[in-house]
């Protein structure tokens, strides 16, 4: 079956930097898009970053320059890069992939950014 695991979060000052990974397996990693979302106290989920099975990405506009998203097809592992973070990132962060019109999601890592 599916399984995203996701870590790499903990507590960071503003200006500082963390890079999370999702580890996945059950699917055939290197053919599918992996997504990062992330879910603020009281808010909805959100999109973050997107990294296509051949490498194209995007980003919300929020953390473009800030956020590099990137991929290990051998480890099946996705990365996320965030430097510069502001409290505004302060989130639960979330891995995930549509595999067969079902979309899958990891258990997420938590990211706060506070002095």
């Known amino acids: 079956q599916v399984q995203l695991v996701e870590s790499g979060g903990g507590r960071v000052q503003p200006g500082g930097s963390l890079r999370l990974s999702c580890v996945a397996s059950?699917?055939?990693?290197?053919?599918?898009?992996m997504n990062w979302y992330r879910q603020a106290p009281g808010k909805e989920r959100e999109f973050v970053a997107r990294?296509?099975?051949?490498?194209?990405?995007n980003y919300v506009d929020s953390v473009k320059g800030r956020f590099t998203i990137s991929r290990d097809n051998v480890k099946k592992t996705v990365f996320l890069q965030m430097n510069s973070l502001k409290f505004e990132d302060t989130a639960v962060y979330y891995c995930?992939?549509?595999?067969?019109?079902?979309?899958?999601w990891g258990q997420g890592t938590q990211v706060t950014v506070s002095s």
């Open positions: 995930n992939v549509i595999w067969r019109s079902s979309v899958f």
């Open positions: 059950g699917f055939i990693f290197s053919l599918y898009a």
């Open positions: 990294i296509t099975h051949d490498d194209a990405t």
